[in-house]
């Protein structure tokens, strides 16, 4: 079923620019962030809900007696880590919901254009090649629709591994 118009806002390009700037800005305070590859992501232990108050009491069990602690023990580095998981903390609560909100919304506007290029599209071949402005766009649209039927027709065509 074709669904099209969904959503009606406008974003300006001047407000858009503004708030990628804005999120730079954000990013640029936090020049250690690393983007960890997916076996490696796979491979970390999860702090969970509740390895919050475990660290933050191996922090105090540590300040309250180091001597315990293996000889190799570097307090200042446990206490940084704590803190910067404790500054980070707040932080994905925040960026998570607003960048699924930003995809969703992203991929909405995308849905309702394509309906809406779809019937353009349509209406450009009926159309029969009669009007020579349209011409190079009708070109252009085409290629999409060219190209998907050449991936289905050579995925038919590829033998079936069982």
């Known amino acids: ?74 307090l200042a580095e446990f206490e940084k880590d704590v803190a910067l998981m404790d500054g980070l903390r707040g932080i994905p609560a925040v960026l998570g919901p607003m960048a699924q909100k930003v995809s969703d919304t992203y991929r909405l506007a995308g849905a309702d254009v394509m309906v809406t290029a779809d019937d353009v599209y349509e209406d450009l071949r009926r159309d029969n090649g009669e009007t020579a402005a349209v011409q190079a766009p009708l070109a252009i649209m085409k290629k999409r629709y060219a190209n998907r039927l050449s991936a289905a027709k050579a995925a038919k065509a590829a033998p079936a591994t069982a």
């Open 1 to 74: 079923m074709k669904q099209g118009n969904r959503i009606s806002e406008t974003l300006s390009a001047a407000d858009a620019k503004k708030i990628v700037d804005l999120l730079r800005q954000v990013q640029d305070l936090m020049p250690f962030l690393i983007t960890l590859q997916p076996e490696e992501s796979r491979g970390l232990r999860n702090i969970g809900f509740d390895g919050v108050p475990f660290t933050q009491a191996a922090l105090d069990a540590v300040r309250a007696d180091p001597g315990f602690t293996r000889r190799a023990f570097d």
